[in-house]
């Protein structure tokens, strides 16, 4: 098993989204951008600070490969340095079946770009 990190460079819970009525708000009430691999859905948030979630749909994938996209956004989102010009949002990634044959450098620039639109325009 490999070491746990260091409490400071985990994505702490509460900068995730953990209810379903949460994500339900920011799909119907929330604006969105779109890309090649996902879809990020946004909308501001009374918590003060940015929260992610993400979704995928068995369309993706198997398990396994969800689980690892899942994992790319959550980890490409943590090391941002974006992040922390975000605004209070609920940010939720929902994954296209494109992005199961992505690579991570094109993912990786896909999500920076979609979060600098969203840094220059909130919600």
């Not at 260091?6 to 009525?21: F, I, V």
């Not at 369309?59 to 943590?78: F, P």
């Not at 975000?86 to 929902?94: G, K, S």
């Amino acid at each position: 098993m490999p070491p746990a990190l260091p409490a400071d460079q985990r994505l702490p819970r509460r900068a995730t989204l953990r209810k379903s009525a949460d994500y339900q708000t920011c799909y119907k009430a929330g604006r969105r951008r779109h890309g090649p691999f996902f879809t990020l859905h946004f909308q501001a948030n009374p918590t003060g600070t940015p929260r992610l979630g993400i979704t995928a749909s068995r369309r993706v994938g198997g398990s396994v490969v969800r689980t690892r996209l899942k994992r790319w956004v959550r980890e490409i989102y943590r090391r941002s340095p974006r992040r922390a010009a975000l605004p209070a949002l609920d940010l939720v990634v929902h994954l296209k079946p494109e992005a199961a044959g992505a690579s991570f450098g094109a993912f990786a620039a896909e999500l920076d770009r979609l979060l600098a639109e969203v840094v220059r325009r909130p919600a």
